[in-house]
């Protein structure tokens, strides 16, 4: 069984900065072995890629919303990946999940966290 725990979201005004954090587990989840992502969903609206890295953290993707201003990351020693959001706007508020085993092209993978409420106000 694969978790993936999201922590870091809340309420930060416009300009403001979070830190996004995703600690996985599971008996036959490698973390190493897994490219992961951050994927978010505002009410009303379909669920869309945010960022994305590599199994060794050398390549990153990123939506074009959110090009220099999130920067994803990653630390194989501890099973946890990282979104820091800086420069935050009030469209980027949504449900952030994180995303595990993603497929060619930053198709979604199979292994879904619960879930963490990023709120901007203007």
């Known amino acids: 069984q694969v978790q993936l725990v999201e922590s870091g979201g809340g309420l930060v005004q416009a300009g403001g900065s979070l830190r996004l954090s995703c600690a996985a587990s599971?008996?036959?989840?490698?973390?190493?072995?897994?490219?992961m992502g951050w994927f978010r969903q505002a009410p009303g609206k379909e669920r869309e890629f945010v960022a994305a890295?590599?199994?060794?953290?050398?390549?990153?993707t990123y939506a074009d919303s959110v090009k220099g201003r999130f920067t994803i990351s990653r630390d194989n020693a501890k099973n946890t990946v990282y979104l820091q959001m800086n420069m935050l706007k009030p469209e980027d508020t949504a449900v952030y999940y994180c995303?595990?085993?993603?497929?060619?092209?930053?198709?979604?993978?199979?292994?879904w966290g619960q879930g963490t409420q990023v709120t901007v106000s203007s």
């Open positions: 890295i590599s199994r060794s953290g050398r390549i990153t």
């Open positions: 599971g008996r036959t989840f490698t973390f190493s072995n897994y490219a």
């Open positions: 995303n595990g085993d993603l497929g060619l092209g930053n198709r979604m993978g199979p292994y």
